[in-house]
């Protein structure tokens, strides 16, 4: 099916444990982001890509890394997990064909992470 | 950066009154922008957007929007509300698609 794919749907990691965020999309978008969202606080950009090989960092993007070696995937690493990294993580991706096709994003359906 | 404001954290109406959600921006040049609709515990769904042209968009499910760019905002409208509008709504902004930025959101309550 085509749309954007997160894994895990739920983790739980301790303090400074590192892991990775997978996402992977199969509508060979351009465009890739990830967010976080924390209640009160709506989503917030971490990092993102506007290509292959090209990522850029958003709001909050300390403690996280990401890579974009192809189209499809955009995965996000936590380098050592913190209590404050508990949250729920969308990633969305998005394309423009030209300026009258512009969409939105297609987000993922999401990554409940808990650090203890 | 730009950033984005939606000034009311909760509202309440009542099933069939007529509805509108704020959102202003801060941005230089006119951006990309989005409305956004969570139900409890589900991702994001894109209502409607708006990049250049007509100034009144419409989207999905009945919701309209208006740019106002000497206001500076984005304002959601729908003129009848339905229980199953109930849910948290997004306004989001960007210079570009990677760069997007979404306000704090509105949870809408629908009363029978």
């Known amino acids: 099916n085509a749309g954007v794919t997160q894994t895990p749907k739920f983790q739980v990691l301790k303090t400074g444990q590192s892991m990775t965020l997978q996402c992977a999309q199969d509508?060979?978008?351009?465009?890739m982001s990830w967010y976080r969202q924390d209640p009160g606080m709506g989503l917030r950009l971490i990092h993102y890509?506007?290509?292959?090989?090209?990522?850029d960092q958003g709001e909050v993007p300390n403690g996280y890394n990401v890579s974009r070696s192809t189209t499809e995937d955009f995965p996000l690493r936590l380098l050592s997990a913190a209590p404050s990294q508990t949250s729920v993580y969308f990633c969305?991706?998005?394309?423009?064909?030209?300026?009258?096709?512009?969409?939105?994003?297609?987000f993922g359906s999401g990554t409940r992470l808990t650090v203890v | 950066a730009q950033s984005v404001t939606q000034p009311d954290i909760h509202i309440t109406v009542s099933e069939g009154a007529s509805l509108e959600l704020r959102c202003n921006y801060s941005?230089?040049?006119?951006?990309?922008l989005f409305w956004y609709v969570q139900s409890p515990g589900q991702g994001l769904q894109l209502l409607l957007k708006?990049?250049?042209?007509?100034?009144l968009v419409q989207g999905i499910k009945g919701f309209e929007a208006e740019f106002k760019r000497s206001q500076s905002s984005f304002n959601l409208r729908k003129p009848s509300v339905h229980w199953s509008d109930a849910a948290e709504y997004f306004c989001a902004v960007g210079a570009s698609l990677g760069d997007m930025r979404f306000g704090a959101g509105t949870r809408l309550t629908v009363k029978p």
């Open positions: 708006y990049f250049s042209g007509d100034t």
């Open positions: 969305a991706s998005s394309y423009i064909s030209t300026a009258a096709s512009i969409r939105g994003y297609t």
């Open positions: 941005y230089g040049a006119t951006p990309y």
């Open positions: 890509s506007v290509g292959a090989g090209i990522t």
């Open positions: 509508m060979n978008h351009e465009y």
